[in-house]
Structures are given as structure tokens and as C-alpha cells.
């Protein structure tokens, strides 16, 4: 994957890269050469999200298949820029895809369940708090934990999904301060006794989420600690 250069394919066997872009006059190119995303899916096949939609590589042919927003087809992709894309180990051929305007948080088309089959889109719009510089329906990573639930990260904190019901439950690492950018999640890891460390985009250190009483612990350096966090801007977990 490159940040604006398309996609490269490496054949092993020659040690050579096969490039692949967008092309206005190939429909069956990559819709966009920003890539966000990609994954191959149970089934052996290669998902790329762009910043101008899904594309699934045909590996007979050699080229794309796009999936885009559209205002006059039903049950299509809900936002241009796919951002995250997920296919639980418990179902296969359904694929998560989340969406949102990276740069600046301004729009977002949330949470899209893809049946690979049927080819049908089923969108979830997140239920945006009262923020005023940036949109709530920003969404990211998705962490499937050990018990089958799905954590998402987005623009208003942590949120819980219920697939089953659709319902959204949200948990803020700075509650006192929607605006905050602690509440911009960015990463989150699960540890094996099942707690979620969460990554913000705030330079704030890291928190532990504990999920049986929702709450944040938050670990950040101290100068006077030799024992804490050697900087409060963390790059990966």
C-alpha cells in the first residue's frame, strides 16, 4: 500500500512489484490512488479501501470491481473514504467497513456491514454528540474483543456496537470535554486479561479501558517517574 501511489503487488517468485492506480479511463482501475485500507478476506480475496470508495481486486482478470456511494442505487457504500475494513472470523462473507473524512473530521458516512454475496450495503449512523469541530460519524479500527464484541474507534470516543440490535453505546476518556481530542480514538489493542488500551489522538499517553465498569485509567509521564511512560505521544500500541 502507498499513501497516494496507488497499490503494488510484489511476486515472490521474481522479486518484482506489478503497480496498480487509478486510471480516469479505466473503469476497472483503482477508484483512487489514496489508499486507506485493505485486507484479504477468508475466501482469498483482496479489499482495498480509498478515499473514493471499496474496490475488490479480481485476480482472474487482474483488475478492480469499485464500490461507491450513489444517490439514485439503493444499499451502496454510505461515504466516499473507507478508512477501516473488518471481516470477523464468526462471519465470514460479511464484510465492516468504516468511513469518515480523514484530514478533517468533517463528514462521515459511519459504520457499513457488506454482504459479499448479495453485494448489499446496510449502513449505521452513529448518533453524533453536540460537537461543534467535527463531525461524530467518523469511524475507524474496529477490534472484535474475545467475547464477539465489536469496539469501533471514531470522533466521539470508544464505542461499543451491538450487532445484533444496531445500538451504539459510547464511552468518553474526557467526558467533561466533548471537543476534547482525548476523545478522538485512534487505535485500541486488547491485553489478555481483556482490557483495551486505547491510543487518542490527544498527547495525552495512553489509557486502559476496563469493560465491565467502563472505566478509563490514564497513563502519562512524569518526569519525576522514572517508572511512567517515557513520552506522552504514542505512535502504536
Known amino acids: ?47 482495498v479501501g480509498t478515499m473514493s470508495g471499496l ?9 478492480f470491481a469499485r464500490y ?21 472470523p464468526k462471519e465470514p462473507g460479511i464484510l465492516w467497513v468504516s468511513t469518515g473524512e480523514v484530514q478533517n473530521l468533517s463528514e462521515g458516512g459511519g459504520l457499513n456491514r457488506f454482504d459479499v454475496r448479495t453485494e448489499k450495503f446496510t449502513h449505521f449512523n452513529l448518533k453524533p454528540l453536540k460537537m461543534k469541530s467535527r463531525s461524530g460519524n467518523v469511524v475507524g479500527q474496529i477490534h472484535e474483543d474475545k467475547d464477539g464484541i465489536f ?50 489522538q490527544a498527547l495525552d499517553g495512553i489509557y486502559r479501558f476496563d469493560k465491565e465498569n467502563g472505566y478509563f485509567q490514564n497513563f502519562r509521564h512524569d518526569p519525576t517517574d522514572p517508572s511512567s511512560l517515557s513520552n506522552d505521544l504514542i505512535m502504536s500500541i
Open 68 to 88: 461507491q456511494p450513489s444517490k439514485t442505487k439503493p444499499n451502496c457504500l454510505s461515504y466516499d473514504e473507507v478508512t477501516f475494513i473488518y471481516e470477523s
Open 1 to 47: 500500500l502507498t499513501a497516494a501511489g496507488g497499490v503494488d503487488r510484489l511476486n515472490r517468485a521474481t522479486g518484482t512489484f506489478e503497480h496498480y492506480s487509478h486510471s480516469e479511463t479505466d473503469p476497472n482501475s483503482l477508484s483512487h490512488d489514496v489508499i486507506r485500507a485493505a485486507i484479504e478476506d477468508q475466501s482469498g480475496t483482496i479489499w
Open 151 to 200: 469496539w469501533v474507534c471514531s470522533t466521539q470516543g470508544l464505542v461499543r456496537f451491538d450487532r445484533d440490535t444496531g445500538k451504539f453505546d459510547y464511552y468518553l476518556p474526557d467526558p467533561n470535554n466533548i471537543e476534547s481530542y482525548s476523545n478522538i480514538i485512534v487505535s485500541i489493542t486488547e491485553d489478555i486479561q481483556g482490557a483495551l488500551w486505547i491510543r487518542t
Open 55 to 63: 474496490n475488490k481486486y479480481n485476480r482472474e482478470d487482474d483488475n
